[in-house]
């Protein structure tokens, strides 16, 4: 099915266990990510979704060993049979955009403003590439923009500031897989771009996915964006998995009353004229409430959720949810 | 609509001119000749991409930029020539007046120093020059009152790092409202907060316009949220008007092909059903440049990205022509063969 994955003893891509990411402050220990533990086979499209301050970001950069003081995580994030926290520096080098790559939240911003693109991406493959394979490095480069529907004579000699916002995102996408890497973790890869350039962007990405066997972790707080190409939904609160599954069956009956709210807030262009929302604030992370996080802002709050953390039961095939509701 | 106009726009355009060499300039046409009028208690939706020139037109109409051509009336009154308003800071002052501005970014647009009451506090103070500090402090807290910051009295002695995205654009708008304006410009409210804290601002917007009977223009890009709240809907390509009319004539059924385009791009789950998409999985057009096509060269703005664009759109411009049913489309074909 995928040519570029070699056979492996396990059969997931990536397991995550236990991972929890804190952040020393003055005011106390924020914890960011909380006992997070998922799977992802290869060829998966896994979305995660969550408000701003659920810790979405914070998982995606301990997933890619990112974190650096004062941030802290604990846990394991296996990638084949290497835990990914454990590796030296040398060992992330050879890791990164070759086997695993990262397109960061606001990444195009994240191109150097002062060096063209061409500069920048054959930076990149000169670091992977043997001293043999170097004189490919322009083909790469044009084969993976034109993967993307870019022209490379036209971008390669360009500054980042001569392109589009659309444009910069592509070059992005283009050097994360120029490596033919087995996992591409994006974060928000379409939250600054307008709906037409965003419809794009997520067709290629699904385009992409179907003609190189990528396996995709997509991070958002827009659950109808990645309800468009995601197989698999983890829905993050306060720094915990309030609830996992298929996405269609998540959509079609959320099981978290935050689900719930997520799934309600999506403005439609039919029917009643109303936006729900969640009432409420997310929560200041290092004064998290007590016993479920979620019931300060919670309708169908019990007197056992302000006292009592609410673990993941499953509701049926490939589906958990962290609710007392569902004990 | 039958309430009286409050503000209105005739052929509005607004050129920049940008340097791209060392003696060659060039001119991007950001609004070309838009006509726009807002009535009394109307949510006005100003869709477009970006680079389509919703900002600038918002910007134009707030009396923040100057108009290159065409002018904007507040109740009759052109700001151009009012006599009262000969130096330019007594007409900023009269424009503030009319039309307010709640900025898209609410991380950057509070004073980060100052706390939430004294931000609000000073806008009214000059405002009323009249008003004793009593009052003034009276009338801060009603007003966070009235935008849902509550409660109040923890609320106003905060600093804007200490509150969530949600919270800072609700502040934005309390400073704006400070100064009683007629006319509200959101410019993107909700874009840079999160999906489920953004209906919350949506229904401040609505209930503003119940309560206070104001008139908004809801800058955009998102045709779903302008459904929600509008009553009308401008789309704007390139700085020109390709399609308006009332919001659910145009949602329900998009005339111009750049109205589908945008409707189109949505993704699947908020379009529902019973929506007239035609070409929903057409392949996206190529010609995605936003620079301005030299003079004298008379097409549709949108001839270059058209998925049906015939010969006559390459020789002649499209005016906006009204159809029977309310709306108005810049398009040779819209409406021909389907109405």
């Known amino acids: ?327 | 609509m039958d309430e009286p106009l409050v503000l209105k726009a005739e052929k509005v355009t607004k050129h920049f001119e940008a340097k791209t060499g060392l003696l060659k300039r060039t001119v991007i046409r950001a609004v070309e000749s838009v006509d726009l009028e807002l009535h009394k208690g109307e949510i006005l939706a100003l869709v477009g991409e970006s680079g389509s020139g919703k900002t600038t037109l918002g910007r134009v109409i707030a009396g923040m930029y100057s108009s290159t051509n065409g002018g904007v009336s507040y109740f009759g009154t052109d700001t151009g020539d009012a006599p009262s308003l000969q130096d330019k800071s007594t007409k900023r002052r009269f424009a503030a007046q009319q039309v307010q501005y709640v900025f898209q970014d609410p991380f950057s647009s509070l004073p980060p120093h100052k706390k939430i009451k004294s931000s609000i506090y000073e806008v009214l103070k000059l405002y009323r020059p009249k008003a004793d500090a009593k009052g003034l402090e009276d009338e801060t807290k009603k007003l966070l009152e009235l935008v849902g910051l509550t409660p109040v009295e923890q609320m106003k002695e905060k600093f804007p790092h200490e509150l969530s995205g949600g919270q800072r654009q609700r502040v934005s708008f309390a400073r704006a409202l400070a100064v009683r304006p007629k006319v509200l410009i959101a410019d993107e409210p909700v874009s840079m907060l999160d999906v489920s804290i953004r209906a919350g601002i949506l229904e401040l917007m609505k209930r503003l316009r119940d309560g206070e009977g104001l008139s908004i223009i809801y800058i955009t890009h998102d045709i779903t949220t302008a459904r929600v709240i509008s009553d009308t809907i401008y789309v704007l390509y390139r700085g020109r008007v390709v399609e308006k009319g009332p919001i659910d004539t145009v949602v329900q059924k998009p005339l111009h092909p750049y109205t589908i385009t945008l409707i189109s791009s949505l993704p699947g789950l908020t379009l529902g059903s019973g929506v007239h998409v035609p070409g929903r999985d057409a392949p996206a057009a190529k010609d995605r440049s936003l620079r301005s096509e030299p003079p004298g060269i008379d097409h549709c703005v949108f001839y270059a990205r058209c998925p049906i664009a015939i010969e006559l759109c390459a020789r002649e411009r499209p005016a906006l022509r009204g159809l029977a049913d309310g709306r108005e489309v810049a398009c040779f074909l819209a409406g021909s063969e389907t109405t």
């Open chain 1, 1 to 327: 099915m995928i040519p570029t994955l070699e056979v492996s003893p396990v059969d997931n891509l990536l397991e995550v266990t236990d991972l929890s990411v804190g952040y020393v402050t003055k005011n106390g220990l924020l914890r960011a990510v909380n006992e997070v533990s998922f799977k992802v086979s290869p060829g998966d499209v896994t979305g995660i979704v969550g408000e701003s301050g659920s810790g979405k970001t914070s998982l995606a950069n301990a997933l890619l060993a990112l974190l650096r003081p004062p941030a802290i995580s604990k846990g394991r994030v296996s990638f084949g049979e290497r835990n990914v926290l454990s590796l030296n520096d040398d060992e992330l080098r050879k890791l990164r955009w070759k086997e695993l790559s990262y397109i960061p939240q606001g990444s195009m911003n994240s191109l150097n403003p002062v060096m063209r693109i061409k500069d920048q991406f054959s930076g990149i493959l000169q670091t992977h590439l043997d001293q043999a394979e170097r004189d490919r490095t322009r083909r790469v480069m044009e084969d993976s923009l034109s993967k993307v529907g870019l022209d490379a004579h036209n971008v390669l000699d360009a500054y980042p500031h001569e392109l589009s916002g659309g444009m910069k995102q592509r070059v992005i996408i283009a050097m994360a897989i120029s490596l033919g890497p087995k996992l591409i973790v994006a974060d928000e890869p379409t939250t600054a771009l307008d709906v037409v350039t965003q419809k794009d962007i997520m067709t290629m990405l699904a385009e992409l996915k179907k003609q190189m066997g990528l396996t995709l972790i997509l991070i958002s707080h827009d659950i109808s964006i990645l309800a468009e190409i995601c197989n698999y939904l983890l829905v993050m609160y306060a720094g915990r998995v309030v609830e996992r599954g298929r996405s269609e069956d998540i959509l079609s009956s959320p099981k978290h009353p935050y689900t719930s709210g997520l799934v309600a807030s999506i403005p439609r262009l039919t029917g009643e004229k109303r936006v729900a929302g969640i009432p409420g604030e997310p929560p200041d992370l290092v004064t998290l409430p007590t016993g479920c996080a979620f019931h300060p802002r919670c309708k169908y709050r019990m007197t056992a959720c302000v006292s009592q953390v609410p673990s993941s039961v499953s509701v049926g095939d490939e589906r958990e949810v962290a609710c007392l509701l569902y004990r």
